[in-house]
C-alpha cells in the first residue's frame, strides 16, 4: 500500500462549489504539506503543518484552508472554487530526524473547476 | 526570493547516451537541494538529497551536483535508458529553522528515444 494516499484522484466541479481534498499517511510523519502544479510554474506551497496543532500559511494560501485532524490526516478545502483554483495538487509528509528533512509525495489530486 | 530555474524544458535523447540536466537558483542560503523525478499519474519520487556542505551525490547511474557559489546544480545520468523518460525537478530548502521550504523549480521533461 501507497504511503502517502490522495483522494480523490481526480474531480471535475463547478464555480463556486465547495471541494476538499483529503491526504492520509501511513509514515508516522509529523510533518505534512499542502501543494499545487501549474503547468510553467513549478510546484507552489499552500499550506504546512509541522504537528497536529501547528498549521501555517505557505506561499499561495489565499481561497483555501486546511484541517489537521490527527496526525496522519490533512485535509485542504477550497470554500468556494475558481477556475484558476484548476491544478494538480499533491500532499506530501517529512520527517526532519537525522537532519534530513526528506519530503514523500502522495500521488496527486487533478481538480478541474468549470 | 529563493527562484529556480531549470533549462531546458524538454530535451530528447538517444537510448545509451549519458546527459546532464541543469538547474539554477539565487539565494545560495540552502540548507541543502534536491533531486525529483515526477511520472504521469504519479507524484514526486526523491531521486537525490545534497546537503548544503556536500558538493555531490550518487545513485547507480544518478550523480547530482551542488555548487552554491555559481548557484548551480546539475543531474547527471549515464547511460540513459528509456525508463528514465519523466518529468525531473530540483528543489532547494531554506529559510529559518522551523520555517523551512521547499522552492521548487519547473522541471525538464526528459524523452529517451529507444
Known amino acids: 500500500d501507497a504511503d502517502v494516499t490522495q483522494t480523490p484522484r481526480n474531480r471535475i466541479t463547478k464555480t463556486g462549489k465547495r471541494i476538499m481534498l483529503e491526504c492520509s499517511q501511513t509514515k508516522g510523519h509529523d510533518r505534512m504539506y499542502w501543494y499545487r502544479q501549474d503547468p510553467g510554474l513549478g510546484l507552489r506551497l499552500i499550506y504546512y503543518?509541522?504537528?497536529?496543532?501547528?498549521?501555517n500559511k505557505g506561499e499561495i494560501s489565499d481561497g483555501y484552508s486546511v484541517s489537521r485532524q490527527a496526525q496522519a490526516k490533512f485535509s485542504l478545502s477550497l470554500e468556494s472554487a475558481i477556475p484558476n483554483q484548476t491544478a494538480l495538487y499533491f500532499c506530501?509528509?517529512?520527517?526532519?530526524?537525522?537532519?534530513?528533512?526528506?519530503?514523500?509525495f502522495g500521488p496527486g489530486t487533478r481538480l478541474t473547476v468549470l | 526570493k529563493q527562484e529556480v530555474t531549470q533549462i531546458p524544458a524538454a530535451l530528447s535523447v538517444p537510448e545509451g547516451e549519458n546527459l546532464v540536466l541543469n538547474c539554477s537558483f539565487t539565494d545560495s542560503a540552502i540548507y541543502n537541494l534536491q533531486w525529483f523525478r515526477q511520472d504521469p499519474g504519479k507524484g514526486l519520487t526523491s531521486l537525490l538529497l545534497?546537503?548544503?556542505?556536500?558538493r555531490e551525490q550518487t545513485s547507480g547511474r544518478l550523480n547530482a551536483s551542488l555548487d552554491k557559489s555559481s548557484g548551480r546544480s546539475t543531474l547527471y545520468i549515464a547511460a540513459s535508458q528509456p525508463g528514465d523518460s519523466a518529468t525531473y525537478l530540483c528543489?532547494?530548502?531554506?529559510?529559518?529553522?522551523?520555517?523551512?521550504?521547499?522552492?521548487f523549480g519547473t522541471g525538464t521533461r526528459l524523452t529517451i528515444i529507444p
Open positions: 506530501a509528509t517529512s520527517d526532519p530526524a537525522g537532519g534530513v528533512d526528506t519530503q514523500y
Open positions: 503543518s509541522f504537528d497536529v496543532k501547528d498549521i
Open positions: 528543489a532547494f530548502r531554506s529559510g529559518n529553522f522551523g520555517n523551512e521550504k521547499l522552492t
Open positions: 545534497i546537503q548544503s556542505s556536500q
